[in-house]
C-alpha cells in the first residue's frame, strides 16, 4: 500500500539554525506533496504544496524540494525561531482528493 | 474571509447522549471534509462531500456517526448514542476545486464524553 514516512518523530535545534524535514514515500507516484503545520490545540495549516515537476518551491523562510528518483521530499526551515515549533506534516493524498496524514515531525527549536 | 468556523468549540456531555458538531466551510469552496484527532489514533479522515454529496464516508467509525450537508454552507456530524471513546478533537476542513487544492481547516471541537 502506499506510504508516506516522516524521517523523524521530533527534531530539537537551535535558533537561528536551519530544520530540516525529511518525507519518504514508497508504493506511491505523488503528482504533488502538501507541507501542513499543526500546533497543540489547532487545526493543521496548509503551508507549502510542490507538484512533482517542481524541483523546488519557497515561501518566506520555507523551502520544500521533491525528488521523485529518491521519492523524497525535503522541507526546510532556515534561521528557525523558537515559534516555528509545531509538528509538520506531509499527508498522502488516496486519489481522491482526501487526504491521510501520519504523526507528522515535532519540531522544537531551542532559544 | 472568516475562515472554517466550527461550533460549538468545546462540548462535554454524557454517555448516551446526542451530538452534533456543526461545521461552515470557506464560501465558495467545494470539499468538505470531517476528521477526528487522538492521541492513539492521530488525524483519522471521517467522510468528506464534494459539493454537498458524501463521496467517502469508509472512515465514520460506526452508525453512530452520521453527516449531512444540506447546503454548500453548512455541515453537520452527529453521533448518537455518544460513547466514553469518541473523546477526540474534531476537525472540519475545506478545499477549492483548484489543482489538488489545499484543505483550509477549522479551529476543531474538542468533545468529552463522560
Known amino acids: 500500500s502506499q506510504k508516506i514516512e516522516q524521517n523523524s518523530e521530533a527534531l530539537n535545534i537551535q535558533e537561528g539554525k536551519t530544520a530540516t524535514l525529511t518525507c519518504n514515500y514508497t508504493?506511491?507516484?505523488?503528482?504533488?506533496l502538501q507541507w501542513y503545520r499543526q500546533d497543540p490545540g489547532r487545526g493543521p495549516v496548509f503551508l507549502l504544496l510542490?507538484?512533482?515537476?517542481?524541483k523546488e518551491k519557497r515561501k518566506e523562510r520555507l523551502k520544500v524540494t521533491f525528488d521523485t528518483t529518491l521519492k523524497q521530499s525535503l522541507f526546510h526551515i532556515t534561521a528557525s525561531q523558537p515559534a516555528d515549533s509545531a509538528t509538520y506534516l506531509c499527508?498522502?493524498?488516496?486519489?481522491?482528493?482526501?487526504?491521510?496524514f501520519g504523526s507528522g515531525t515535532r519540531l522544537q527549536v531551542q532559544p | 474571509d472568516a475562515g472554517v468556523i466550527q461550533s460549538p468549540r468545546h462540548e462535554v456531555t454524557e454517555m448516551g447522549q446526542e451530538v452534533t458538531l456543526r461545521c461552515k466551510p470557506i464560501?465558495?469552496?467545494?470539499?468538505l471534509f470531517w476528521y477526528r484527532q487522538t492521541m492513539m489514533r492521530g488525524l483519522e479522515l471521517l467522510i468528506y462531500?464534494?459539493?454537498?454529496?458524501?463521496?467517502?464516508d469508509s472512515g465514520m467509525p460506526e452508525d453512530r456517526f452520521s453527516a449531512k450537508m444540506p447546503n454548500a454552507s453548512f455541515s453537520t456530524l452527529k453521533i448518537q448514542p455518544s460513547e466514553p471513546r469518541d473523546s477526540a478533537v474534531y476537525f472540519c476542513?475545506?478545499?477549492?476545486?483548484?489543482?489538488?487544492?489545499?484543505?483550509?481547516f477549522g479551529p476543531g471541537t474538542r468533545l468529552t464524553v463522560t
Open positions: 476542513a475545506s478545499s477549492p476545486l483548484t489543482f489538488r487544492g489545499e484543505q483550509y
Open positions: 508504493n506511491y507516484s505523488p503528482a504533488y
Open positions: 510542490i507538484r512533482e515537476n517542481e
Open positions: 499527508p498522502t493524498d488516496t486519489g481522491r482528493r482526501a487526504l491521510t
Open positions: 464560501s465558495g469552496h467545494d470539499y
Open positions: 462531500f464534494n459539493n454537498n454529496v458524501p463521496i467517502d
